[in-house]
């Protein structure tokens, strides 16, 4: 409830309120006002789908006169039932939590279709934690709550593992709206449930939760490819160099070829912030399992190709030293980057396009790589026959670890 002086021209001053009529009504003498005749007015507003609410003011002696009720139509945004069918589409758990009354909730569920099996706090709040998560769980909604209960609904869910996005305008949501995983305020909202929320609309509509969760799982698709090609990099590049100095007793890069790899690796990298990806139809999680085993798999047959090369080098070409530490670090910094295109989906590498920031740092990376090989800039010099070799032989390499990666993703059960 809200409440007001006023103070008429007359100069006779009192005070006026409005609000949820059950608050209003409980202000009054029980005598000035039926309760049931009111609740029977209540009820025919609110299936309807109107809200009321309740006025009064108090009289010359300061006491509280019921003046009547206000019915207000509130009508679901016009994108709300578009939003909502996409939203549990994308499989996202949509439930009404309103203030309003029960058969406005159930009416206003229908509108945007969903389930108006709607409940009270009461189904809930004096029941055990373990009783209480159940039945917020499996229920539809819940109306004619207070902000307590609403913070109660969000921290039931949360207990048992959801993450919990909520959206709200007033300061009764504000509790929620902060306690939530996410808060969204939508336009027009009170400054406290601005401050609460972690994200504020600045139009009317709901549909910029969609574009958020489509975005947002776009971004969860980037760190994922990320962290697979910087594993999977990581074994490939330390484990071969790793062996080669314990096993065979042979340095195959110098400290200066680590470097240029590092450097010629951040361009590509930086990029994969901006690459296409497709985002999931489910709400995504980390799996680590499957993640681990992947660039493990994936990191060990490079490592086996890196020696594969070490071989060719010094058993069939018969290589010098210097020259053969140039064609390695060339095999290491092309097979590397090309890896990035077979990380970057679950299916071939063909099957989504890379965004052409990508293409182009990883393209300009390697012909720097490959210049400076072939040349012998900071490098000793090999020529374009032996750098032809390694692009032909890394190519293939990648063309293999695509298969290979699609076939374990496969028998692990993940496709695209």
Known sequence: MTEATVVDTAGNKFTVTKGAPQVISS???????????LDEYINKFAVKGYRALGVARTDAQGKWRFAGLLALYDPPREDSAETIKTAQSMGIDVKMITGDHLAIAKEISRQV?????????????????????????????????FPEHKYRIVELLQHIGHIIGMTGDGVNDAPALKKADV????????????????????????STIINAVKESRKIFQRMNNYALYRIDETIRV??????????????????????LLALLNDAPIMTIAYDNVKYSDLPEKWD?????????????????TSFG?????????????????????LKLSVAGHLTMFVARTKGHFWSIKPAKILFIAIIVTQMIATLITVY?????????????????????????????KVYIYRLLGHTE
């Open 288 to 304: 680590m399992r499957t993640l681990l085993s992947m660039a493990t798999i994936l990191g060990i047959f490079g490592v086996a």
């Open 238 to 259: 330390l484990l071969f160099i790793t062996l080669s100095i314990l096993v065979l007793n042979f340095y195959p890069v110098t400290s200066l070829m680590i470097v």
């Open 113 to 145: 279709n969903l389930n108006p099996d709607i409940m009270l706090a009461t189904s809930f709040m004096n029941l055990s934690d373990k009783e209480a998560e159940e039945i917020v769980e499996t229920a539809n909604g819940f109306a004619q709550l």
């Open 376 to 404: 012998g800039f900071l490098l000793p010099a090999m020529g374009w026959s032996l750098a032809l070799f390694v692009w032909g032989y890394a190519l293939t390499a990648v063309v293999i670890t695509d298969f290979l």
């Open 183 to 206: 808060g969204i305020a939508v336009a027009g909202s009170t400054d406290a449930a601005k401050s609460a929320a972690d994200i504020v609309f600045t139009e009317s509509g709901l």
């Open 27 to 37: 202000l009054v003498d029980s005598n000035q006002i039926s309760k049931t005749k």
């Open 309 to 329: 090369i070490l071989y060719i080098g010094l058993d069939i070409f018969h290589l010098t030293h210097e020259v053969l530490q140039s064609f390695i670090y």
